[in-house]
């Protein structure tokens, strides 16, 4: 606020230190956190001031690719710790408790509306249901490695042997590793995507718990629209 400070701030001034005089309305900016000396605006439940409401709705969607990445950013690390989370459980207990799914998807759904910014929207939806279905495909990565790797020894273990006294140079396979890193990366996460469909009909539950999950991500990130309501007058007195 630019106003030249009166006898009114003067005496907020003090209001801030917690010496207010009983009966004093003390009103207070939620975003800048300063005084409101005449006139505010609320946003839900937060009140904000004339300059602060300003800028928001200057920024409103000025900022959009940062909500995006820091939905992403915060979502990704949900999806990662929740898949470690179903999948340590997995082997600690040998059980698979498709419940975790649905907390997954709280849990992700929820890591998305804060990276929003409490926006919500389809985009939003959309990035949260993958992002849950993701940590839920990535619980399984490691049993799809192990297959892989079974499978490779039990096979041709002459075969591995053989490639690797054909390596190339240093150079030219570190850059081609890396590549091929990527493309099995890829590769083992789409088997795992689709290893809970593998069962068929013996893991309708399963697939039913987590369709259930992905629901909470979607529904967590329905677009919210919260208006911005005033000018009120600050009664003082
Ligand atoms: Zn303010």
Redesign the pocket.
């Known amino acids: 606020?630019s106003e030249t400070p009166g006898t009114d701030a003067l005496q907020f001034e003090r209001a801030d230190f917690g010496s207010a005089p009983s009966g004093v309305q003390n009103v207070v900016?939620a975003?800048?956190?300063?005084p409101?000396l005449q006139s505010y605006y609320t946003l839900g439940d937060n009140i904000?001031?004339s300059?602060?409401r300003e800028e928001r709705e200057r920024a409103g969607d000025a900022w959009g690719g940062v909500r995006l990445l820091r939905a992403i950013l915060a979502g990704f690390g949900a999806a990662v710790a929740g898949a470690v989370l179903w999948w340590g459980v997995r082997k600690l207990t040998g059980y698979e408790i498709g419940i975790i799914s649905i907390a997954i998807g709280i849990g992700v759904g929820r890591a998305v509306l804060w990276g929003s910014r409490n926006r919500g929207g389809v985009a939003y939806q959309l990035l949260a249901v993958f992002l849950t279905y993701a940590a839920v495909a990535g619980n399984y990565m490691p049993d799809v490695v192990e297959a892989i790797r079974d499978q490779a020894k039990n096979e041709k273990p002459a075969a591995t042997a053989s490639a690797a006294a054909k390596a190339k140079p240093v150079e030219a396979s570190a850059a081609a590793s890396a590549g091929g890193l990527l493309v099995a990366l890829a590769a083992i996460f789409a088997l795992a995507a689709i290893a809970p469909f593998m069962a068929g009909a013996s893991n309708i539950i399963g697939l039913l718990i987590i369709a259930f999950g992905l629901w909470e991500a979607w529904k967590i990130n329905r677009r919210r629209v919260v208006e911005i309501r005033g000018p009120f007058a600050v009664t003082h007195g």
């Not at 975003?31 to 300063?34: D, G, I, N």
Request: proline share 0%.
């Open positions: 606020m900016c975003s800048c956190h300063r409101v904000l001031c300059a602060c």
